[in-house]
């Protein structure tokens, strides 16, 4: 019920004015704000990775991927919340605890193929459990910085990437063979522990049995130029369920289309000239089918997607004593300036996907937050009044009469639509009865 009143007037509205030249406008309906819902989590999603930006250390990042064989899926029932929550935690903690584990005791290889272990890093992990079809698809990405602080010496250790050859931290075939030994021994021993029926149990372990010969994926990419730009990449999946409205195309004869995000592996053409929005392009599902598909993907509560662990959280602690660490400032976090957040935000409105038309009404009606003022051209300069469903002001501070004004007017060409049993999920026609009303 919440996510399907999200952006309605069943949650009411805001109500902005400018600081700069005072003029009044409805920005729009309010949102759930649920992790799960697919039309919330824009304005957030680009706070984050700014406050993410800000708190990384300035050097390459390398990613990884780390992905289960799908004849696991069956473990991870969903069913029962608390062994779907503890599956989970094995699964993000042995990737963690893997990643640190090579980076503190396997030599990695840098500029000159010169090998030197690398010592206390900074990880970040984030979960995903779907794929473009919104089937099961357990999978964390990983990004792992290039430089390590040695506890043992108080120095820094850093890896540089060689221009002419490709280079990783460490070889996958490794890395997957004891990342497969690591996860699959805790995920044994967990299941002995729990209280999940007995079925459920020799069948999991009939499956754990057969995986322990099975090569498990990880993938690994180069460090780009920019540390931002591992942490955007990551952080463009936050607070997302595997499915974004500008991905639903058409909803028809009980059918749902849905726009793809790269090409199908059969597709023979080129796929820079590959149309994602033409309709004979997209695939298509039941009601019931997509319903039970996004679903699947909802985690358990209080669940948290994203984790970090190694050296920023040591520097931290390292702050509050009397001996912080001996890390060169060049490495250290820094705030961006306005241009640098400019940049970031502009780069993830080119990386999200659909139409032109929709990305527009997506921002108008989700993130008011970073509207632009139409009369003086100003951004971020409004004064934001939120008002419940009947009108009423949610706030404590004094309201301006024409605000007030103008919610009435609101409330009342609400109330004529529902009569007439129209819904609205954007307010661009409201707004424009509104400004003649206002006019006259």
Same mark, same amino acid.
């Given at each position: 019920?919440?996510?399907?009143?999200?952006?309605?007037?069943?949650?009411?509205?805001?109500?902005?004015?400018?600081?700069?030249?005072?003029?009044?406008?409805?920005?729009?309906?309010?949102?759930?704000?649920?992790?799960?819902?697919?039309?919330?989590?824009?304005?957030?999603?680009?706070?984050?990775?700014?406050?993410?930006?800000?708190?990384?250390?300035?050097?390459?990042?390398?990613?990884?991927?780390?992905?289960?064989?799908?004849?696991?899926?069956?473990?991870?029932?969903?069913?029962?919340?608390?062994?779907?929550?503890?599956?989970?935690?094995?699964?993000?903690?042995?990737?963690?605890?893997?990643?640190?584990?090579?980076?503190?005791?396997?030599?990695?290889?840098?500029?000159?193929?010169?090998?030197?272990?690398?010592?206390?890093?900074?990880?970040?992990?984030?979960?995903?459990?779907?794929?473009?079809?919104?089937?099961?698809?357990?999978?964390?990405?990983? &990004?792992?910085? #290039?430089?390590? =602080?040695?506890?043992?010496?108080?120095?820094?250790?850093?890896? /540089?990437? +060689? *221009?002419? $050859?490709?280079?990783?931290?460490?070889?996958?075939?490794?890395?997957?063979?004891?990342?497969?030994?690591?996860?699959?021994?805790?995920?044994?021993?967990?299941?002995?522990?729990?209280?999940?029926?007995?079925?459920?149990?020799?069948?999991?372990?009939?499956?754990?049995?057969?995986?322990?010969?099975?090569?498990?994926?990880?993938?690994?990419?180069?460090?780009?130029?920019?540390?931002?730009?591992?942490?955007?990449?990551?952080?463009?999946?936050?607070?997302?369920?595997?499915?974004?409205?500008?991905?639903?195309?058409? &909803?028809?004869? #009980?059918?749902? =289309?849905?726009?793809?995000?790269?090409?199908?592996?059969?597709? /023979?053409? +080129? *796929?820079? $000239?590959?149309?994602?929005?033409?309709?004979?392009?997209?695939?298509?599902?039941?009601?019931?089918?997509?319903?039970?598909?996004?679903?699947?993907?909802?985690?358990?509560?209080?669940?948290?997607?994203?984790?970090?662990?190694?050296?920023?959280?040591?520097?931290?602690?390292?702050?509050?004593?009397?001996?912080?660490?001996?890390?060169?400032?060049?490495?250290?976090?820094?705030?961006?300036?306005?241009?640098?957040?400019?940049?970031?935000?502009?780069?993830?409105?080119?990386?999200?996907?659909?139409?032109?038309?929709?990305?527009?009404?997506?921002?108008?009606?989700?993130?008011?937050?970073?509207?632009?003022?139409?009369?003086?051209?100003?951004?971020?300069?409004?004064?934001?009044?939120?008002?419940?469903?009947?009108?009423?002001?949610?706030?404590?501070?004094?309201?301006?009469?024409?605000?007030?004004?103008?919610?009435?007017?609101?409330?009342?060409?609400?109330?004529?639509?529902?009569?007439?049993?129209?819904?609205?999920?954007?307010?661009?026609?409201?707004?424009?009865?509104?400004?003649?009303?206002?006019?006259?």
């Amino acid at each position: 019920m919440k996510l399907s009143n999200c952006h309605t007037e069943a949650l009411g509205f805001a109500i902005g004015k400018c600081q700069s030249c005072g003029q009044e406008e409805f920005l729009g309906f309010l949102g759930c704000h649920d992790k799960n819902c697919p039309t919330c989590s824009g304005n957030r999603r680009y706070k984050e990775t700014i406050k993410m930006c800000e708190n990384i250390f300035r050097a390459p990042y390398f990613s990884y991927v780390f992905t289960l064989p799908h004849e696991l899926n069956e473990i991870f029932e969903i069913e029962n919340e608390n062994w779907h929550r503890k599956a989970l935690d094995i699964f993000m903690d042995s990737v963690s605890y893997i990643l640190m584990y090579y980076s503190k005791n396997i030599e990695c290889q840098g500029v000159n193929n010169q090998s030197k272990i690398l010592g206390e890093t900074d990880i970040v992990t984030f979960l995903h459990t779907w794929d473009q079809e919104l089937k099961k698809h357990i999978h964390v990405h990983a &990004i792992i910085s #290039s430089i390590g =602080y040695s506890i043992k010496d108080q120095k820094i250790n850093e890896v /540089q990437k +060689n *221009k002419n $050859e490709k280079m990783f931290l460490f070889s996958n075939v490794k890395i997957s063979r004891d990342f497969r030994d690591l996860f699959l021994e805790r995920l044994e021993k967990e299941l002995i522990k729990s209280n999940t029926n007995e079925d459920f149990k020799n069948r999991s372990f009939s499956i754990i049995n057969q995986m322990k010969e099975k090569d498990f994926n990880v993938f690994a990419e180069e460090p780009v130029s920019g540390n931002e730009y591992a942490v955007i990449y990551l952080m463009q999946y936050m607070n997302r369920i595997g499915m974004s409205p500008f991905r639903i195309r058409k &909803i028809k004869d #009980s059918h749902v =289309y849905l726009r793809r995000k790269r090409p199908p592996s059969d597709y /023979q053409g +080129n *796929k820079e $000239e590959y149309d994602f929005d033409a309709l004979e392009n997209c695939f298509y599902l039941s009601l019931d089918e997509f319903l039970n598909r996004y679903s699947s993907h909802i985690l358990p509560k209080k669940f948290k997607t994203m984790r970090r662990c190694g050296l920023y959280n040591y520097y931290r602690e390292k702050l509050k004593s009397d001996k912080p660490l001996n890390i060169d400032e060049k490495y250290l976090p820094k705030e961006l300036d306005e241009d640098k957040k400019r940049e970031i935000r502009e780069i993830m409105i080119k990386n999200s996907q659909g139409v032109k038309e929709q990305k527009q009404e997506q921002s108008y009606k989700t993130n008011f937050k970073t509207n632009i003022c139409r009369q003086c051209g100003k951004e971020n300069d409004f004064k934001i009044y939120i008002f419940d469903r009947l009108g009423n002001y949610k706030g404590k501070e004094i309201v301006p009469e024409s605000v007030i004004f103008k919610s009435k007017i609101l409330i009342h060409l609400q109330n004529d639509i529902f009569k007439k049993n129209i819904h609205h999920r954007s307010i661009r026609s409201l707004i424009k009865k509104v400004e003649k009303k206002d006019d006259s």
